[in-house]
T-cell receptor
């Protein structure tokens, strides 16, 4: 049973607009969440994270929102750039442990 | 710093053969992990280590062995390769003070 779900496999947006990537989780013990970006033939790269004691974390163009009651988090990219085109993975852990559980990923395409 | 390096980049094995995937990091990170990524499955944790001499199982450990004799190296051994082990393998590391992991470029393994 998938504990971290990224239900939309792909998203296409225009350059300059907002990209919203969603992630749902089922394990209420998860208390640390991360987003990774992955280009083809490369390893994932850390993007941004959030602890369950917060409901929002910002880093430049990237903002992650956490709704604990809904077990839902989202990644907002504003403004979107063509270089943001990649596969984005949501991941979760308990207590920041090594046992990261990843979603299946979502392919974002930003069109010029 | 070279970061996390993995060798080989590509490997083809026959069923029943054994091999070792190499992973090294030069950042003096305490934590190291091995993941596999299958199409449509996201990344799944195979084994991880919290320091030299200490390893533990992840979500999908069967068919794989690991050891951690030094801080820098964390090899993954396939004792008797099976077609179900065809996948892309990623090694990752992180320091104790950070929750985000740094990934290597991956090894694409095909078992015939």
């Amino acid at each position: 049973d998938q504990q971290v779900k990224q239900n939309s496999p792909s998203l296409s947006v225009q350059e300059g607009r907002i990209s919203i990537l969603n992630c749902d989780y089922t394990n209420s013990m998860f208390d640390y969440f991360l987003w990774y970006k992955k280009y083809p033939a490369e390893g994932p790269t850390f993007l941004i994270s959030i602890s369950s004691i917060k409901d929002k974390n910002e880093d430049g163009r990237f903002t992650v929102f956490l709704n604990k009651s809904a077990k839902h988090l989202s990644l907002h990219i504003v403004p979107s750039q063509p270089g943001d085109s990649a596969v984005y993975f949501c991941a979760a852990s308990v207590g920041g442990s090594e046992k990261l559980v990843f979603g299946k990923g979502m392919k974002l395409t930003v069109n010029p | 710093n070279a970061g996390v390096t993995q060798t080989p980049k590509f490997q083809v094995l026959k069923t029943g053969q054994s091999m070792t995937l190499q992973c090294a990091q030069d950042m003096n990170h305490e934590y190291m992990s091995w993941y596999r990524q299958d199409p449509g499955m996201g990344l799944r944790l195979i084994h991880y280590s919290v320091g030299a001499g200490i390893t533990d199982q992840g979500e999908v450990p069967n068919g794989y062995n690991v050891s951690r004799s030094t801080t820098e190296d964390f090899p993954l051994r396939l004792l008797s390769a099976a077609p179900s082990q065809t996948s892309v393998y990623f090694c990752a590391s992180r320091p104790t003070v950070l929750n985000e992991q740094f990934f290597g470029p991956g090894t694409r393994l095909t078992v015939l």
